[in-house]
């Protein structure tokens, strides 16, 4: 028997990342969520987006699904997210 150890570090150089420029406030902001669809998420999230709403001045919430709990975010969610202000990837069983 042998084991086999695997290297968890991306082998791309990430000089060149640049992050997300941080919000100043969420206020008035539209805010994504995306989730892996997994039971028990969905009232979750919906406690989420109205603390978000009630206690943080955000404007609107919106929420998505991706179509495989185990994979990436489709593409057309990531395109979709290119309109919000901020996004949540959420996670739940």
């Known amino acids: 028997m042998s084991i086999q150890i695997l290297d968890p570090t991306h082998e791309n150089d990430f000089a060149q990342f640049n992050p997300a420029k941080r919000l100043s406030s969420l206020e008035g902001a539209t805010l994504g969520v995306i989730s892996n ?9 919906h406690a ?7 206690a943080y001045g955000v404007k609107e919430v919106v929420q998505r699904v991706k179509s495989n709990y185990s ?23």
């Open 37 to 45: 669809g997994k039971e028990g998420t969905k009232a979750f999230f």
């Open 48 to 54: 989420f987006e109205r603390e978000l709403v009630d």
């Open 71 to 93: 994979a990436p975010a489709d593409p057309h969610l990531l395109e979709e997210a290119q309109e919000w202000d901020a996004l949540v990837a959420g996670i739940g069983d």
